[in-house]
T-cell receptor, first 112, second 111 residues
């Protein structure tokens, strides 16, 4: 069965630190990959997505993610985090049916 | 576009009452999803529709839950009778060729 694994449930960083959140999936076919962000008390918002083409995807708010097919990974990165990046981040994978398989989420806390 | 619209934003009801949550997807989107989010269970897919037809309702927890999509611009999720363990945030999301757009959610509290 398809699954998505996010390695860290909680990450605490100081402002200006670099961020990398891990995401691995298990699925042998063609996949679409997504990162969503949920700020406290708000709904999920699409941060970035990968369907095909350049495996380095740039999203909103300075985030980017790299699809490494050989590693079944789609890690999220940001070179310098801000306090406003405090949120929960979800990795998700879908196949051609567009039904998403979600990771458990990573709670990111940025210390001012 | 106004995005996905959900109503009500907050609902407080008593155990045993019927609850109806409403969703208006983004115009032109052909997929509609209902999710539930709680601290304990995280994000759960309840049901999704494609072109107004229910495709997979295996996530619907019990017969007390039902969902309809009478047309491309409207869907409802009904809980009858409601129970305290149904308290959660219910999100509707719509999609066209992948990448979900979520509504603001309905925070349901069942006393």
């Amino acid at each position: 069965a398809q699954s998505v694994s996010q390695h860290n449930h909680h990450v605490i960083l100081s402002e200006a630190a670099s961020l990398e959140l891990g995401c691995n999936y298990s699925y042998g076919g063609t996949v679409n990959l997504f990162w969503y962000v949920q700020y406290p008390g708000q709904h999920l918002q699409l941060l970035l997505k990968y369907f095909s083409g350049d495996p380095l995807v740039k999203g909103i708010k300075g985030f980017e993610a790299e699809f490494i097919k050989s590693k079944f990974s789609f890690n999220l990165r940001k070179p310098s985090v801000q306090w406003s990046d405090t949120a929960e981040y979800f990795c998700a994978v879908s196949d051609s049916n567009y039904q998403l398989i979600w990771g458990a989420g990573t709670k990111l806390i940025i210390k001012p | 576009d106004a995005g996905v619209i959900q109503s009500p934003r907050h609902e407080v009801t008593e155990m045993g009452q019927e609850v109806t949550l409403r969703c208006k997807p983004i115009s032109g989107h052909d997929y509609l999803f209902w999710y539930r989010q709680t601290m304990m269970r995280g994000l759960e897919l309840l049901i999704y529709f494609n072109n107004n037809v229910p495709i997979d309702d295996s996530g619907m927890p019990e017969d007390r839950f039902s969902a309809k999509m009478p047309n491309a611009s409207f869907s409802t999720l009904k809980i009858q009778p409601s129970e305290p363990r149904d308290s959660a945030v219910y999100f509707c999301a719509s999609s066209l060729r992948g990448g979900l757009h979520f509504g603001p959610g309905t925070r349901l509290t069942v006393l």
